[in-house]
T-cell receptor, first 111, second 113 residues
Framework: ELKVEQNPLFLSMQEGKNYTIYCNYS?????LYWYRQDPGKSLESLFV?????AVKQEGRLMASLDTKARLSTLHITAAVHDLSATYFC???????????FGKGTLLTVNP | DAGITQSPRHKVTETGTPVTLRCHQT?????MYWYRQDPGHGLRLIHY???????DKGEVSDGYSVSRSKTEDFLLTLESATSSQTSVYFC????????????FGQGTRLTVV
């Protein structure tokens, strides 16, 4: 059964610093998603990653995928307070169409 | 914005009563999902559908049933609500096409008293 692990679960950063959130998954997958969730809100789609070596960037966020290592990273560059949120990765695994989520990373960016 | 609507948005119900949540989409997407979100647990999959009348269980399906009689609607039913089912419920839709996003509804906050 597909398992998705994110780390860290909690991340407190200073503005201007860089950091990376990691997403490991346990079985072969044909696509991986990253989401952002603000408190009391729904999930907002950030990236869809399909192939090995895929890299996507939007503003201060950059996501990459290594299918051989079953690892995706979400890199935050020069963090700003507005990036404070919970970030989730989610993986579609195998032939059963399930979309399985990691537990999320609560990111707090401090001035 | 993706065409996905959940109803109701908020509901308070009594223990032992049946409850049905509705997810409606206008995108004609093949896959639909129901999740519950609780503090410390992230999003846990309850049931999902890969086509009309094709559904399967997720990791926390006990006490829940689903139906999908047409592409646009995916219903989640709590047969006899319990306090442990107090949660925020999210519906998601996803296309079979590879390079497309999976979109979420606004969520339904359910309180069982």
């Amino acid at each position: 059964e597909l398992k998705v692990e994110q780390n860290p679960l909690f991340l407190s950063m200073q503005e201007g610093k860089n950091y990376t959130i990691y997403c490991n998954y346990s079985t072969t997958s044909d696509r991986l998603y990253w989401y952002r969730q603000d408190p009391g809100k729904s999930l907002e789609s950030l990236f869809v990653l399909l192939s090995n070596g895929a890299v996507k960037q939007e503003g201060r966020l950059m996501a990459s995928l290594d299918t051989k290592a079953r690892l995706s990273t979400l890199h935050i560059t020069a963090a700003v307070h507005d990036l404070s949120a919970t970030y989730f990765c989610a993986v579609v695994g195998g032939s059963n169409y399930k979309l399985t989520f990691g537990k999320g990373t609560l990111l707090t960016v401090n001035p | 914005d993706a065409g996905i609507t959940q109803s109701p948005r908020h509901k308070v119900t009594e223990t032992g009563t049946p409850v049905t949540l509705r997810c409606h989409q206008t995108e004609n997407h093949r896959y639909m999902y129901w999740y519950r979100q609780d503090p410390g647990h992230g999003l846990r999959l309850i049931h999902y559908s890969y086509g009309v009348k094709d559904t399967d269980k997720g990791e926390v399906s006990d006490g829940y049933s689903v139906s999908r009689s047409k592409t646009e609607d995916f219903l989640l039913t709590l047969e006899s609500a319990t306090s442990s089912q107090t949660s925020v419920y999210f519906c998601a839709i996803r296309s079979w096409e590879a390079n497309t996003e999976a979109f979420f509804g606004q969520g339904t906050r359910l309180t069982v008293v």
